[in-house]
């Protein structure tokens, strides 16, 4: 069973990495202004046995959930007003998340059940616009288009997910209280997120922000970086070693390696990067400063060669900042073994992301003053075996550890 319920959560990794589960369209941000305890309790009822006996047992663990609640809910009112609660986005993501909530569900009530690769075929079969659609929508932020192989598996995740769903809804699990309070925060957690992704794309940096960063830290310009690699060129010029600048200039792994690389193929480095350095024969260094999206460099290949059909190497292999490319591989393409002479220009940049980040912030706490949500200050949790003193289910015992926050993901 535990294959079958991978084979499921895989397709929620390609619809995203970022969102919990998500459900029914439509509604108001009013739907988001409250959050009952026996709606609350009927979450926690979705749990394992170990994550409701954790709560039961942990106050701040309960406060914890709720407090993460209330700020999703805060958000989705926030989201419901922006009105991306009627975007593509939105009505795509929540219908696909409905549907894999369905299917989880009925699987962790039926464990034994199996899907028939004929029944799964038939069911494309009969839907594939459906199909065709949902496949278009998953993979269109992709830089490739799925090959046969990718598709074939995606179609038979799909095909089980939809057929999975509809026994949930011949089950009545559709109208669960604990699946439909799961729905509501998971489509919470859609909208938050959506939010702040707009509230994200509104704070980044502006052509003025960096116009105003980079007068008040001129020696961070990328101007001013070129400018301190160009004298470095210079020097080699002048016949210093490029591995003894390499060690005494270089800002990432390559520092005391005298700015070695390693061997690699095409694919594997930044494109700028990667089309300078083939450009090089053996021996050479580039005349001139060399842009890519770290900073500037100046390049020395060292060798040349043909390459055998094996992967390139791996970001982090040499702890370099110019390798960034998992998995490519040379084909029996040629490869250079190269060095670099580096000074980034990140600094400035992730000084302007984190400004933008903290403006994103702010904007998202005056969402949770704005937009209020009543809920309790604690909740029971009903776990069997576990009493206070008077006899009664336990509410909880205080602050007696701390514990993650719950996932209605595990253990499904």
């Not at 598709?151 to 439909?180: N, Y």
């Amino acid at each position: 069973m535990k294959q079958k319920l991978l084979v499921l959560s895989l397709l929620l990794g390609l619809i995203t990495s970022q969102l919990f589960l998500s459900g029914c369209r439509g509604g108001s941000g009013n739907d988001f202004a409250t959050l009952p305890e026996a709606d609350l309790q009927a979450f926690v009822e979705t749990l394992s046995d170990s994550q409701k006996r954790s709560l039961a047992q942990n106050q701040n663990s309960r406060k914890q959930m709720l407090d993460q609640f209330k700020k999703m809910f805060g958000l989705a009112q926030a989201a419901v007003a922006e009105g991306l609660d009627k975007g593509e986005e939105f009505a795509k993501s929540s219908t696909l998340d409905q549907v894999r909530g369905l299917a989880v569900a009925f699987s962790k009530k039926n464990e034994t059940f199996q899907v028939a690769k004929t029944d799964i075929d038939a069911y494309v079969g009969a839907h594939q616009k459906d199909f065709d659609a949902d496949l278009a929508f998953i993979t269109k932020n992709s830089k490739q288009a799925p090959d046969a192989a990718q598709i074939e598996s995606f179609k038979a995740q799909w095909g089980e997910m939809q057929l999975r769903a509809d026994k949930a809804r011949q089950a009545g699990l559709d109208k669960d209280p604990g699946t439909v309070m799961q729905m509501k925060i998971q489509r919470a957690n859609l909208l938050a997120n959506l939010y702040s992704n707009k509230l994200a794309e509104k704070f980044k940096a502006t052509d003025t922000d960096r116009e105003v960063y980079y007068k008040q830290n001129p020696e961070l310009h990328p101007d001013k970086v070129k400018d301190k690699v160009a004298l470095l060129a210079d020097r080699l010029k002048k016949g210093e070693a490029f591995e003894k600048i390499a060690d005494e200039i270089n800002e990432d792994g390559t520092k005391g390696q005298g700015g070695d690389l390693g061997w690699f193929g095409k694919g594997a480095m930044d494109p700028d990067f990667e089309k300078a350095a083939f450009a090089l024969q053996a021996g050479q260094v580039t005349p001139e400063p060399i842009k890519s999206s770290f900073g500037y460099h100046l390049i020395k290949v060292v060798e040349r060669r043909k390459a055998e059909a094996k992967p390139a190497v791996a970001p982090g292999t040499v702890g370099n900042s110019i390798n960034q490319v998992a998995g490519a591989t040379n084909d029996g393409a040629e490869e250079v073994h190269g060095k670099h002479i580096y000074i980034g220009t990140r600094t400035g940049e992730e000084a302007l992301e984190q400004l933008a980040q903290e403006k994103t912030k702010r904007a998202m706490e005056d969402v949770s003053l704005k937009y209020l949500v009543t809920a309790p200050a604690d909740f029971a949790v009903k776990v069997d075996g576990l009493k206070t003193p008077s006899g009664t289910p336990a509410l909880g015992s205080g602050d007696a550890g701390s514990m993650k926050m719950i996932n209605p993901n595990e253990n499904k």
